[in-house]
């Protein structure tokens, strides 16, 4: 058991029998009543985000996540095959639990996978991944000083806004919390 007192962002708990990460947490002393903590919490099992209210001192259950690191495979129909990189076993998670995730991933790619007892319960990204331009507009001397941008499709099927001096072929540097362009590779 764990104070709400104690909350820090990326700490896991089980509330109502599911199991949520803390995105964002405020105390709140009223000047008349009882503290209380606000808290904005994320359900590792369906990505629902929810803004819970706790009193002050109330204990929670933590939740122990294990965060066991693998190579993303390959694609068979809805599921997707990833390796445990220490001892080949291999896991498959299906399309409806990994839809944001996917328009990062790229077979042969490094990724965590999030487990709770024998539970998966989905992929942690690294922060910044390196992904190809398939589909963008030709960039047009002198427009690089603009400051504009254009849509750019990349090799996932990602769309991101991007300067416009970027090309077809390129490689970018995209984060993954966001979707945005960070810079070129």
Do not use: C
């Not at 629902?48 to 694609?75: P, W």
Request: net charge negative; proline share 3%; no cysteine.
């Amino acid at each position: 058991m764990i104070s709400v007192n104690d909350f820090r962002t990326g700490l896991t708990i089980e509330v109502d029998g599911s199991i949520w990460r803390v995105m964002d947490f405020q105390h709140v002393k009223p000047g008349k009543g009882a503290a209380f903590v606000r808290s904005k919490l994320r359900n590792l099992r369906n990505g629902a985000v929810q803004e819970k209210t706790f009193r002050a001192g109330e204990k929670v259950e933590k939740a122990q996540i294990d965060n066991r690191k693998m190579q993303y495979l390959y694609a068979s129909g809805d599921q997707h095959v990833f390796m445990d990189m220490e001892s080949y076993e291999q896991v498959e998670l299906p399309a409806s639990n990994l839809e944001y995730e996917l328009k990062f991933l790229k077979e042969n790619m490094e990724v965590h996978i999030l487990m709770y007892q024998t539970e998966t319960l989905g992929v942690e990204l690294p922060n910044t991944v390196e992904l190809e331009v398939t589909e963008t507009e030709p960039g047009i001397k002198g427009d690089t000083a603009s400051g504009g941008s254009k849509p750019a499709t990349m090799e996932t099927g990602l769309i991101v806004q991007v300067p416009f001096f970027i090309n077809q072929g390129d490689k970018l540097i995209i984060n993954t919390s966001e979707g945005t362009y960070v810079s070129r590779a």
